[in-house]
């Protein structure tokens, strides 16, 4: 059976998008949110496997970060190193969502990374978690809530395990564990996509 580094390769040449296997990019959302310690976070983050494309009107990519972005109390740990990430047409407020299986995980789950952010645990009684740009709750919550509300549903039309979507700036990236297989980038794409179009239709009616 071919690696999945291949399988993602093979997908990319089907489909007309280009690949690469290793790059270095500037930080951005996710590379924000390293385990790494304040002092690093500002440094160029790795990627391997990366395919670059377009996803309906949006530049897209997938790849995998080698660095756990997450860490534990007593160890770290790796999650949501395999990502998708969408260009925006609208500069975005910052903010995070952790779509999760059980609400007790989405009333615990640490993001300390996300300073100055306001957390709101388990919107509209949902098992998720969001961390948003203060002042700008009103705006978006609302935008993300059938995002919110259908969580369980995305999760077990996808990897059934767990998301962190960032969005800010002009990007939307999707991150999942690394058990998923290529396909599941195009998943991720299209969760980004959703969560990207109801962010830009809040601002748009917001003016």
């Known amino acids: 059976m071919a690696s999945f580094s291949d399988q993602r390769r093979d997908w990319a040449r089907r489909n007309g998008w280009s690949y690469e296997e290793q790059r270095t990019i500037e930080p951005d959302l996710f590379g924000q949110l390293s385990w790494r310690g304040p002092g690093e976070r500002d440094q160029t983050v790795t990627v391997v496997g990366e395919m670059r494309g377009r996803y309906g009107t949006r530049d897209a990519f997938a790849h995998d970060r080698p660095l ?68 700008t709750e009103d705006l978006v919550m609302p935008a993300l809530g059938p995002v919110l509300q259908n969580a369980k549903q995305i999760l077990a039309s996808g990897s059934d395990r767990r998301y962190l979507v960032g969005f800010g700036g002009g990007q939307v990236l999707v991150g999942e564990p690394f058990e998923s297989d290529p396909e599941a980038a195009l998943y991720r794409m299209a969760l980004g996509d959703d969560v990207a179009t109801r962010l830009e239709r809040a601002l748009l009616n917001a003016t």
């Open 68 to 135: 756990p972005l997450l860490r534990a109390e007593v160890r770290a740990q790796i999650s949501f190193g395999r990502i998708s990430g969408l260009s925006t047409h609208a500069e975005l407020p910052f903010g995070f969502i952790l779509l999760e299986r059980h609400g007790l995980h989405a009333s615990i789950y640490p993001l300390p990374w996300a300073e100055g952010l306001t957390a709101v645990r388990r919107p509209f009684g949902t098992t998720t978690a969001v961390w948003v740009q203060p002042g």
